[in-house]
């Protein structure tokens, strides 16, 4: 038991932290303190290693727990540089003047929340700042539960909430349709066939935001938050290739690689891919969240990991070379 006494106190130090009701986040100073020692330790374990000193695996994933952890209460920011398919996105967004109808579908679920949420709510909390009329909609199950979540997180700011503003007005959520591929077909043609009540069981023609809005030729813009099929290479073959609906989109990383064709072809009007395209669209609407607080966590333990490859390499060098000299 003794063993794991100092394991089970960093656990709960890291717990209460995190359940703390104020987050608690050091200065600057003691950030870079904090990221100055993190790499002299790991300078040490390199020396140890070159002396022969063996670390084992748990000192590895202490570290690993470390870098993953600290970012969180650090007050520091990295510099990201915005990519050209996310400035390409939110150029798009930027010229679409107040009152324009913006459609948001949310297709994606929980486990990729980490980086589809702090897109959705940099959007959100752009499109409400800028006056935009926001439709939302899903071709996931969770996706407008997810979009809920981004509205009541972004009307918590006090510059939003001093407009008071009003849900079928300037925001309405229409829920999940089944269907895949079908659904944005149908509503080439009429969203309320496809749509007849929203996700509080409103009657569509009762809800003054939707008056006028038949189908996509009322649509100024979309914006696709995706985590797989269906989702945005849905959007592009049906509302782009159909309709002639201008969509940009936000997606995880692993799906990513498959829509930047789409980008290229200029079928897509813009990309943020992954946590990286998350921070650098946080960057872009200036509205800076949790995307760039994951980011620097991801970063830092990238950069441990790269440390321990190196070390790694060093301890393979100093086996080596003890067993050439016992051959000898």
Do not use: C
Request: glycine content about 8%; overall charge positive; aromatic content about 12%.
């Amino acid at each position: 038991m003794k063993k794991y006494y100092y394991w089970f106190i960093l656990i709960a130090l890291i717990i209460v932290l995190i359940l703390l009701p104020k987050p608690l986040i050091v200065s600057p100073t003691v950030s870079t303190t904090l990221t100055v020692l993190l790499g002299l330790a790991l300078v040490v374990v390199l020396v140890l290693t070159l002396r022969g000193h063996m670390i084992g695996r748990r000192t590895v994933f202490l570290f690993i727990g470390m870098s993953l952890t600290l970012p969180f209460f650090m007050n520091f920011q990295m510099p990201i540089k915005v990519s050209p398919e996310v400035q390409t996105l939110f150029d798009a967004m930027a010229k679409l003047p107040s009152g324009s109808k913006v459609l948001a579908a949310f297709d994606y679920d929980p486990p990729s929340a980490p980086e589809l949420q702090p897109q959705a709510e940099a959007f959100m909390a752009y499109a409400f700042k800028h006056d935009l009329k926001v439709i939302i909609m899903g071709l996931w199950p969770q996706g407008p539960q997810q979009a809920n979540m981004a509205i009541a997180k972004v009307l918590q700011q006090p510059g939003i909430r001093a407009k008071n503003l009003r849900y079928g007005v300037d925001y309405v959520n229409l829920g999940f349709q089944s269907g895949n591929e079908f659904v944005i077909q149908r509503m080439g043609t009429s969203f309320s066939g496809m749509f007849p009540r929203d996700i509080y069981n409103t009657d569509y023609d009762k809800i003054p935001l939707l008056n006028g809005v038949e189908n996509f030729s009322n649509i100024d813009f979309v914006f696709n938050l995706s985590a797989g099929y269906p989702g945005t290479v849905e959007w592009v073959q049906i509302a782009v290739d159909r309709y002639g609906v201008k969509v940009g989109a936000g997606n995880t990383a692993v799906q990513a690689p498959s829509v930047y064709p789409y980008l290229s072809s200029h079928k897509l009007t813009g990309l943020a891919g992954g946590m990286s395209g998350a921070a650098e669209f946080e960057q872009a609407t200036k509205e800076i969240g949790k995307a760039n607080t994951y980011i620097l966590s991801q970063s830092f333990s990238h950069m441990v990991v790269i440390a321990f490859i190196i070390i790694g390499n060093a301890a393979l060098f100093v086996s080596y070379r003890k067993s050439k000299q016992k051959g000898a």
